[in-house]
C-alpha cells in the first residue's frame, strides 16, 4: 500500500510523537533525518520520515524480483475500501464474498501532545500504572485516560511550508513512481 509520502512521512511523525522516541518538532526531524539513526539506536526506523517515502527504488525492486505484486494506494483503500479489498481477495484467491468488518479503524493519528511532561506521565511505565492495570478494566482505563489526556492533546497540521518543501523533495520520485506503476498520482504534489 502506498500513501502520498507527504501525508505518509507526517502521520509517522505523529505516531512516533505521541511516545518518547521523538521529541523534535517535523520540521526540525526532517533537517536532522540524515544519520540519525546512527546516531541513536533506541530510535525506530519510522523517524526517517523523507526516506520511507523514496517509494520508486522500493517499488522497482518489488516489481523485478516478484511477478505477482498488487499495488494498493492508499487514498483508494481510504474512500473505497470495500472494492479494494474484494480486489486483493481477488489477486490472493480468496472467496470475494468472505466478509469482513472494514468500519473499525485501527491506530487513528492526527493527534499531538501539548505538555511534554504530562505526556511523559501517561506513556512511561510506573508502578502506579501496573497496580491500575491489574484492578481496573481496560475499557474504564481506556475512559479515565481519554477524560485525563484530553485537554493536553490536540490536532495538529502540518504547516503550509513544511508541505510545500516536502512536495518539492518528493516530486521526482512520485513522477518516476507514476510512470513505473502506471497510475496517475498528481494529485500526491499539489
Not at 509520502?5 to 536532522?32: C, M, N, W
Not at 489526556?149 to 512520485?174: G, N, Q, S
Request: charged residues 30%; without cysteine.
Amino acid at each position: 500500500m502506498l500513501r502520498n509520502p507527504i501525508d505518509r512521512a507526517y502521520s509517522a511523525f505523529q505516531h512516533v510523537s505521541r511516545g518518547l522516541k521523538e521529541q523534535q518538532t517535523f520540521e526540525y526531524s526532517l533537517q536532522i533525518e540524515k544519520g540519525r539513526l546512527e546516531q541513536d539506536r533506541n530510535l525506530t526506523p519510522m523517524v526517517m520520515y523523507k526516506e520511507m517515502g523514496m517509494y520508486y527504488n522500493m517499488v522497482k525492486a518489488y516489481l523485478d524480483s516478484f511477478k505477482d505484486v498488487h499495488i494498493i494506494l492508499h487514498e483508494d483503500f481510504s474512500f473505497s475500501t470495500s472494492k479494494v479489498v474484494k480486489e486483493v481477495f481477488q489477486f490472493l484467491g480468496v472467496d470475494k464474498n468472505e466478509k469482513i468488518n472494514s468500519d473499525i479503524r485501527y491506530n487513528v493519528g492526527g493527534k499531538s501532545w501539548s505538555n511534554n511532561t504530562l505526556k511523559k506521565v501517561f506513556v512511561t511505565e510506573s508502578k502506579l500504572k501496573s497496580v491500575v492495570k491489574k484492578i481496573a478494566p481496560e475499557k474504564a482505563r481506556k475512559t479515565i485516560r481519554d477524560i485525563l489526556t484530553r485537554p493536553f492533546i490536540t490536532k495538529a497540521p502540518m504547516k503550509k511550508k513544511t508541505r510545500k518543501d516536502l512536495i518539492i523533495y518528493f516530486r521526482e520520485d512520485i513522477k518516476k513512481l507514476a510512470t513505473l506503476i502506471n497510475k496517475d498520482l498528481t494529485n500526491w504534489t499539489k
